[in-house]
């Protein structure tokens, strides 16, 4: 009997054109439109050389040290490269600037800079920055110079060799010591598609609560049949929602295959961490839809309504419809994500993608896992009547 | 005769107002037994209640000599059921929805296939195995409905208005297909608010009025039960008030009523009323164009007993 | 009148998805109402970032710390390793520096200590990592040639403080013309959908309840109720067009009745057009309601992720772009962000912008054609 209403409900389901749309095809496309949107934003975030032009006129020309650094920082083969320079007159460059071929263009004079742009950003104060910085160097040579000639002085207290050491050290010694700790993974676009993950987790409650709207007497009139059959009621639900929850895994092992394998989304290294938080995640999702069914008296269609709405709403907490809104939740209301259970699928993913540790996926387990009790809780106090006062 | 069915002062509210009110009846081994009774009457309340879907507030309720209890899967192996609201998956082909109900109480395949043929075969859907409820008309879906309640063959069937919204043939279709399982054993509780219905098929009636019984026994038991015998209409366009009044005064005449040019006359007891009635109209030089005589129907008893019409 | 008093009884049945899809449309609007400076002095963009001191704040540190201030926006993370984290991940910050124990007093002893950092690897912390570097070299090269660390602490700040002239060139006010453009762009997705949910519902109304059956018996041209239809949906659409607009004036400002604004209106109303026979013509391929939802999820996302409604057309891979060119709503944006990105309207930008209306304007009659043949089809078949 068990097999049979399993059998039975899986067939019944996948029939369902607009179930199985929902809780299969749509994150596929979801995951399609996403790549096709997000996949070149953090491409152009990334810091690549600024298109920048230089008036070569007659000064510019003449001054070598300008010239010379101008061309280290625009050589390609220079990993701190950061301008892409054309040298051009200045009709030229006003026209590139005009066209929005480059961010700004320079002019070098006597006693001046010129710089000239066309809007305030990022690439502009760069520009501004780094020319600064090549008129400051000119002005600390001196002083450079004047230490050299301090420490020269000395030669006859420190010996000549000693000298020379110092005045070696003074001239190697002129970078900062900055040692970079950058995290990997720092690919926020990434969270668009934990977020799907977590769409595609809780969407598929929709197929468990369809099954036991099946088996519910008050609820459906095939629930009124089937709770006149001589099977137990128990063994109805959970073989109907087995069967849910069968269609929602394969439904995130699509998804998965798909980001992962074709897409080539990068979800981190931890593949076991990471089905055991789909399963889990699913499971909340099932759950969800098992204690909406079950608790709530009203048609099946208001019934996915109700879950599709909450899981929309859960997903815009959890930074699908723009990463930054996690954060500012996060920050401002954690309370809401810490009971939202698409934001505690999200960050099990975000943890696992970007933290070393594990702490915060146990918490977002955890978290799920109370969500799910709670749901339980909830559907089998409304499922244990077996008799109605009204149907 | 055997009772298979034992319900005693079964007494059900909603919220404060009495839905069922202090029923008791037996059903015995082998019959149909028809509950008739207008919309709201409790007919559907009564029997999810001997089902053990609802609550009830005062009584007990006994199937085959035992409890019924929602657990009691032993009895409800032997009962088959046939909502009001069509209860099939419309995911399902027409042989697949059988098949999975019945394969809820059989599980031995071969004899489930068994089964499920002679189901198809007896409400006559044999051309539509494979097709999809929404490809059913109403008729041929209240056919589906009837064969996924009785096709494990259950010795009570319990059947809530089937043939409601049902076009003419598939409503004899199923009166036949209930008729043949009477015959084949099983015993039959039948709920409907067509009389004619309830004429054709039931052994015994129980008459339902806002939850309480107010007549039961053969159909002919209870026509007996109505004062008026036979009745007589005459369609006539021109009877004059005179006229109207000596009708009245005429042997055995009970009643009589005239309406947009349709005389109807009831008779206490039948002994030539047609023959005095023609008679009269003759001597008078009423101009008549159709008479005719009935006998009184399950409706006359109702609006007797309750001072309203069945059907609403 | 059958047709008109349908739709009005229909269109009183949607009201809810109408002000949903609104909704979404001007709170996507109101996020993007950050700023509002209109300033045409070129400013130096600041990166934002956050300090970690260990340090006691004196000596090199205060004066490193000070220099910060007025370079970067040294944000408020609380010295917690997760807040940093995701302060980096989610772009709170781009750039992190700790300063570690005793640097003051181990720079100005003349050692080199070490100062960990972390970065996005972005614009933005690449611009704040120069800020860094620079602050330290320029304060390495003057160290030891001063009396005082006074002394050393101002020459530094003399010379950072040097700045090169900027000038822009551009009077436009870019900001709040961008925020317009991006408005109107992320109208496309809520006429889409608006278009799509209202027509196709009521079409879908007007083929289950026998109204259909009744207009064809009633010997009305199928071509005059389709027109009819068309007209009583094209009213609507302009009543919300109407709407959007007078909220992008409550919105964004004045400049929505500007040029800009007018060119934007123009541009949209052409779009409007393009979304109700759009509806139309996509109508004729819905079976039930489930359909409805499904084909504006697909086609109302689709045509906003794929058109640059959602991520800026700058943003999307050519690709993406060149795939974009048989929808619609990409020569709505392309339009958009040309009178976004224009000075002057001259003749030669005018004429692109006639070039990407009439594109759109030829989607919309083959919408209409499409459904006109659909529809004759569909009678005969029955």
Aim: charged share 25%; glycine share 6%.
């Amino acid at each position: 009997m068990f097999f049979h209403n399993f059998k039975y409900t899986l067939k019944a389901l996948l029939r369902n054109k607009g179930l199985i749309f929902w809780t299969l095809a749509f994150p596929l496309i979801m995951a399609l439109f996403f790549n096709m949107a997000f996949s070149n934003i953090e491409k152009q975030d990334k810091f690549k050389a600024i298109n920048v032009a230089v008036v070569t006129n007659e000064y510019y020309e003449n001054n070598t040290m300008l010239k010379e650094t101008f061309e280290l920082l625009s050589d390609e083969n220079n990993k701190d490269r950061v301008f892409d320079s054309k040298y051009v007159n200045q009709d030229e460059a006003k026209e590139l600037l005009e066209e929005e071929k480059i961010d700004g263009y320079v002019v070098f004079s006597e006693d001046s800079q010129q710089i000239i742009v066309n809007k305030n950003g990022v690439n502009q104060t760069i520009l501004k920055f780094v020319v600064e910085e090549i008129v400051q160097a000119e002005d600390t040579a001196d002083i450079i110079q004047e230490k050299v000639e301090n420490i020269f002085n000395s030669r006859e207290e420190n010996g000549i060799m000693e000298t020379l050491k110092s005045i070696i050290i003074l001239l190697q010694n002129n970078s900062a010591n900055i040692k970079d700790n950058s995290d990997a993974n720092l690919s926020y676009m990434t969270i668009e598609f934990f977020t799907l993950v977590a769409m595609t987790c809780l969407y598929g409650g929709i197929l468990g609560a369809v099954a036991i709207n099946w088996c519910l007497a008050n609820m459906s009139n095939v629930g009124k049949r089937l709770s006149m059959t001589p099977v137990s009621k128990l063994k109805m639900v959970i073989s109907g929602t087995l069967a849910g929850y069968l269609i929602q895994l394969v439904g995130v092992a699509l998804l998965f295959i798909f980001t992962i394998g074709i897409l080539k989304i990068d979800f981190g290294n931890k593949t076991f961490e990471m089905v055991v938080l789909a399963l889990v995640g699913s499971f909340a999702g099932l759950t969800m839809g098992v204690a909406v069914t079950a608790a709530i008296k009203t048609s099946e269609n208001a019934k996915t309504g109700i879950l599709i709405g909450f899981t929309m709403l859960g997903c815009f907490f959890a930074g699908m419809m723009g990463v930054s809104m996690k954060y500012l939740i996060d920050k401002s209301v954690p309370i809401i994500n810490k009971l939202n259970p698409a934001n505690m699928i999200t960050d099990g993913f975000y943890s696992l993608y970007y933290y070393d540790t594990l702490d915060r996926f146990y918490g977002n387990i955890c978290g799920l896992c109370i969500f799910s009790a709670i749901m339980l809780a909830i559907a089998i106090v409304s499922l244990r009547k077996q008799k109605y006062e009204s149907i | 005769m055997e009772n298979i069915i034992e319900v005693k002062n079964l007494t059900k509210l909603y919220k404060k107002k009495k839905a069922i009110d202090d029923l008791s009846f037996d059903v015995y081994k082998g019959e149909i037994l028809g509950f008739l009774g207008p919309n709201g009457s409790g007919k559907s309340t009564t029997i999810n209640c001997i089902l053990s879907l609802l609550n009830f507030n005062k009584g007990n309720i006994k199937i085959f000599g035992r409890e019924m209890s929602p657990n009691a899967y032993d009895i409800k192996r032997k009962i088959g059921v046939v909502f009001q609201d069509v209860a099939v998956f419309e995911e399902l082909t027409v042989y697949d929805n059988i098949d999975f109900f019945c394969g809820l109480y059989v599980s031995n395949n071969n004899k489930r296939k068994k089964y499920i043929e002679d189901a198809i075969n007896l409400v006559g859907l044999q051309e539509f195995k494979k097709y999809y409820p929404k490809q059913l008309s109403g008729g041929l879906l209240r056919r589906l409905n009837i064969a996924c309640g009785i096709a494990h063959k259950p010795e009570i069937i319990f059947l809530d208005e089937p043939t409601v919204a049902v076009d003419p043939q598939s409503r004899n279709n199923i009166l036949e297909g209930i008729k043949k399982l009477r015959s084949d054993g099983a015993t039959i509780i039948y709920t409907t608010h067509y009389m004619e219905e309830v004429e054709m098929i039931c052994d015994r009636v129980i008459v339902l009025d806002k939850g309480k019984i107010i007549a039961k026994g053969t159909t002919d038991e209870l026509k007996y039960l109505a004062k008026i015998k036979e009745k007589i209409t005459v369609e006539a366009k021109e009877i004059s008030n005179q006229n109207l009044n000596q009708i009245k005064q005429l042997p055995e005449v009970q009643n009589i009523s005239y309406e947009n040019g349709i005389l109807k006359i009831s008779y206490e007891n039948e002994k030539n009323n047609l023959e005095n009635i023609i008679d009269f109209l003759k001597n008078n030089q009423i101009k008549y164009r159709k008479i005719y005589s009935e006998r009184p129907t399950l409706n006359d008893v109702f609006l007797e007993l309750t001072g309203k019409e069945l059907r609403d | 009148m059958i047709v008109y008093k349908t739709f009005l009884k229909v269109l009183n049945k949607c009201k809810f998805p109408i002000i949903l899809y609104s909704a979404i449309l001007l709170f996507f609007a109101g996020i993007n109402m950050s700023s509002n400076d209109n300033t045409m002095d070129f400013t130096a963009e600041k990166p934002n970032i956050a300090v970690i001191n260990n340090d006691k704040e004196e000596g090199i540190t205060k004066s490193f710390l000070e220099y910060l201030h007025e370079n970067t926006n040294i944000k408020d993370i609380k010295n917690d390793e997760q807040e940093i984290k995701d302060a980096l991940f989610y772009r709170e910050i781009q750039y992190i520096v700790y300063i570690p124990e005793g640097f003051s007093d181990s720079f100005l002893d003349g050692k080199n200590p070490q100062l960990e950092i972390k970065s996005t690897g972005e614009y933005q912390s690449e611009l704040a990592d120069m800020i860094v570097e620079r602050y330290i070299k320029v304060a390495k090269r003057y160290r030891g040639s001063t009396d005082s660390d006074e002394e050393l602490f101002e020459k530094i700040d003399e010379t950072l403080s040097k700045k090169a002239d900027v000038e822009i060139i551009s009077k436009m006010d870019t900001k709040t013309i961008t925020r317009l453009t991006r408005y109107f762009n992320f109208s496309a997705y809520s006429f889409i959908a608006i278009s799509i949910y209202v027509i196709s519902t009521i079409l879908f109304i007007f083929k289950s309840e026998k109204i259909n059956r009744r207009t064809i018996v009633g010997s009305i041209d199928y071509k005059k109720v389709n027109a009819k239809l068309l007209i009583a949906n094209s009213g609507f659409c302009f009543i919300i067009w109407a709407i959007y607009f007078i909220c992008a004036r409550i919105l964004i400002g004045e400049v929505a009745f500007s040029t800009y604004g007018i060119y934007f209106a123009i541009n949209s109303l052409i779009f409007v057009i393009c979304t109700v026979t759009l509806g139309f013509f996509v109508s004729h391929f819905v079976k039930s309601r489930n359909t409805i939802t499904a084909l504006i999820n697909i086609i109302g996302l689709g045509s906003s992720f794929l058109c640059g409604v959602f991520v800026p057309m700058e943003y999307l891979p050519e690709g993406v772009l060149k795939i974009a060119h048989v929808l619609p709503a990409y020569w709505f944006v392309k339009n958009n962000e040309l009178i976004g990105s224009t000075e002057v309207f001259s003749g030669d930008v005018i004429k692109s912008l006639v070039i990407n209306a009439a594109v759109i304007i030829g989607f919309t009659i083959v919408f209409f054609v499409g459904s006109n043949i659909v529809t004759k089809k569909k009678m005969k078949a029955e």
